[in-house]
């Protein structure tokens, strides 16, 4: 699908340049837009002469009789899966919790039990016997207190858990690989009221991993429209000669990084980092998802939902 000033595959890289030698004749390529996508010429005899030009741009809206499909064998998690879905996310992590708790509650009856048969012999024991079984009764007390409180703590995460699942449901939520994001474009609002947004939400101001930078922009215009395209505050916040994420403290970008923008980007107090505005003609370096502003202008806002 055309993007920028190339075509890309659904769920992988660069497919073919605007210049490409592989476009049919006739086919320089300059529609390479959001709403042209690639497609396979059809076989012609008379075309035998230039069987290298294949491919052949086309708006996406054209109807074609057959679809061409790759199951892909092997590969990154990332191609096998393409989009996973917030059942996948938070599913695993569930199932975890769940056995923490069943185990939980049968440490707590085995316990419960040891203390009744400890209690009956206690009765029957001697005075110096007696002291030996009130220590471990106090020991045995201990570890209910304990179990009851790692019980109380899974029941807790699970409730954060199904909240996180209802956000991002309820929400402009969707995930890339294992991140979860929110994309706020009600109000612009400047860096420091975009972290307390997030915050307020219960989530991050967004960290993406420079894997999903690349993707972000794409995505959101993809769910939210063309008037999304604009620029948008991601967590991090320049310190002089590199910018650092506002959860955790650690190194987001160097000042001379290739995800950057050259042209403008610098890590300087007083400047944040912001997901550049998305458009088919970037300026500066067009493969650099991010820049830098003022943390004072206003911009749309992108939370991190942590699962």
Request: glycine share 6%; proline share 4%.
């Given at each position: ?14 497919a ?14 300059e ?17 035998k002469?230039?069987?290298?030009q294949p491919?052949?741009?086309q ?43 069943i ?8 316990s ?44 807790k ?10 956000k991002?449901?309820?929400k ?20 420091a009221d975009a ?7 219960g ?6 991993s ?11 215009v ?18 002089g ?6 959860e955790?403290?650690?190194t ?8 950057l923008?050259?042209?403008q980007?610098?890590?300087g107090?007083?400047q944040?980092?912001?997901?550049d505005?998305?458009?088919?003609a ?6 650099a ?7 004072s ?11």
């Amino acid at each position: 699908k055309g993007v920028l000033r190339d075509f890309l595959w659904q769920h992988s890289n660069k497919a073919l340049g605007g210049d490409s030698p592989l476009w049919s004749p006739g086919q320089p390529g300059e529609n390479v837009t959001p709403v042209y996508c690639l497609s396979l010429l059809a076989w012609e005899e008379d075309w035998k002469s230039s069987p290298g030009q294949p491919y052949h741009s086309q708006e996406c809206s054209y109807i074609y009789n057959y679809p061409l499909c790759e199951n892909i064998l092997h590969g990154t998690d990332q191609l096998k899966s393409p989009k996973i879905t917030l059942e996948d996310n938070i599913s695993v992590k569930l199932s975890t919790m769940e056995k923490k708790i069943i185990s939980s509650i049968t440490m707590y009856n085995k316990s419960i039990d040891t203390l009744l048969q400890d209690t009956h012999i206690m009765k029957e024991a001697s005075l110096a016997e007696e002291q030996k079984v009130s220590k471990k009764i106090v020991t045995l007390e201990n570890t209910i207190s304990t179990s009851l409180a790692i019980i109380h703590a899974l029941e807790k995460n699970i409730s954060t858990s199904m909240e996180i699942i209802d956000k991002l449901k309820n929400k402009d939520g969707f995930c890339l690989s294992t991140q979860c994001f929110l994309f706020y474009k009600d109000v612009k609002r400047n860096w420091a009221d975009a972290k307390a947004k997030c915050e307020e939400e219960g989530v991050i101001l967004a960290q993406p991993s420079d894997s999903n930078a690349l993707l972000l922009r794409k995505r959101i215009v993809e769910n939210f429209g063309q008037e999304a395209s604009a620029e948008s505050w991601v967590g991090g916040k320049g310190d002089g000669s590199k910018f650092v994420w506002s959860e955790g403290g650690r190194t987001a970008l160097m000042a001379d990084s290739s995800l950057l923008d050259t042209n403008q980007g610098n890590a300087g107090t007083g400047q944040c980092m912001e997901l550049d505005a998305y458009s088919g003609a970037l300026s500066g370096t067009p493969n650099a998802p991010y820049d830098s502003a003022s943390c004072s202008n206003n911009y749309y806002t992108i939370c991190e939902v942590i699962v």
